[in-house]
């Protein structure tokens, strides 16, 4: 395995499906069983998952909604994202357990490295919910730092988009995948990864990132084995 401890980070909007809103539980078991595999070879799994399919923090101050409370509300949504993947992991026999950023009695734990490290030597899974506990940052930022604070050995960014390319090729034909690229070089061409402020805080302390198309079931467990399906950036 080329990995032995990940980061995910999974889009809550991805969780929605067609339906564009709410949670698609056959998108969210596919999620749940292809996580379960890499598990189950021993792999040491965190997830923290965005909850734009529910609330975006960033959307609502467009709808009128203060601007602190509306990124709340977004923490809150990863959290019923996160319940959702807590209860289809029980339901598929895994072992798993949330954390959250901030108490929120008997929702989840409170996170703290040490917690999470112990839910590993219990052969579970973590799922890191709202954010940084902190409104003005995104879930990216989230999950750059809890990749750092756990030493993950990189941050999987599982997409709709099977990497990082020259442009969007949702909207240019001619956009080009890379295999490997450096921060420097991301910056250079001003391709958009994550939110800043994650990115930075990866590049400062050299947190690689992976970005693949996790709605194609098979494919994390390809990232595990090393096999290059995405994009690497370190």
């Known amino acids: 395995m080329k990995y032995k401890r990940i980061l995910l980070k999974l889009s809550g909007q991805s969780l929605a499906g067609e339906k564009g809103t709410g949670i698609d539980t056959k998108?969210?078991?596919?999620?749940?069983?292809?996580?379960?595999?890499?598990?189950?070879?021993?792999?040491?799994?965190?997830?923290?998952?965005?909850?734009?399919?529910i609330f975006r923090g960033l959307g609502g101050v467009?709808?009128?909604?203060?601007?602190?409370?509306?990124?709340?509300?977004?923490?809150?949504?990863t959290m019923i994202n996160g319940l959702a993947l807590e209860s289809a992991f029980e339901a598929s026999g895994q072992n798993?357990?949330?954390?959250?950023?901030?108490?929120?009695?008997?929702?989840?734990?409170?996170?703290?490295?040490t917690k999470v490290i112990e839910a590993f030597?219990?052969?579970?899974?973590?799922?890191?919910?709202?954010?940084?506990?902190?409104?003005f940052f995104s879930t990216d930022s989230g999950a750059a730092l809890r990749a750092l604070e756990i030493e993950a050995d990189a941050l999987l960014k599982g997409t709709r988009?099977?990497?990082?390319?020259t442009?969007?090729?949702e909207k240019d034909p001619n956009a080009t995948k890379f295999t490997n690229i450096s921060f420097d070089e991301v910056l250079n061409k001003k391709l958009?990864?994550?939110?800043?402020?994650?990115?930075?805080?990866?590049?400062?302390?050299?947190?690689?990132?992976?970005?693949?198309?996790?709605d194609t079931v098979g494919n994390l467990k390809k990232v595990i084995e090393g096999k290059k399906i995405g994009t690497l950036i370190k």
């Open 192 to 214: 958009t990864i994550m939110d800043f402020t994650a990115f930075t805080m990866c590049r400062q302390n050299n947190m690689q990132i992976y970005v693949f198309d996790m």
């Open 161 to 165: 988009v099977d990497g990082v390319y």
């Open 27 to 53: 998108i969210l078991n596919e999620y749940v069983s292809q996580i379960k595999e890499i598990a189950e070879k021993g792999v040491e799994v965190a997830i923290v998952i965005g909850g734009g399919n």
């Open 167 to 169: 442009a969007d090729p």
């Open 62 to 77: 467009d709808l009128g909604f203060d601007r602190v409370k509306g990124d709340y509300m977004g923490m809150l949504a």
């Open 96 to 113: 798993a357990k949330l954390f959250t950023a901030f108490n929120t009695g008997p929702t989840g734990e409170r996170y703290s490295k």
């Open 121 to 135: 030597e219990q052969g579970k899974i973590a799922i890191l919910t709202g954010g940084t506990g902190n409104p």
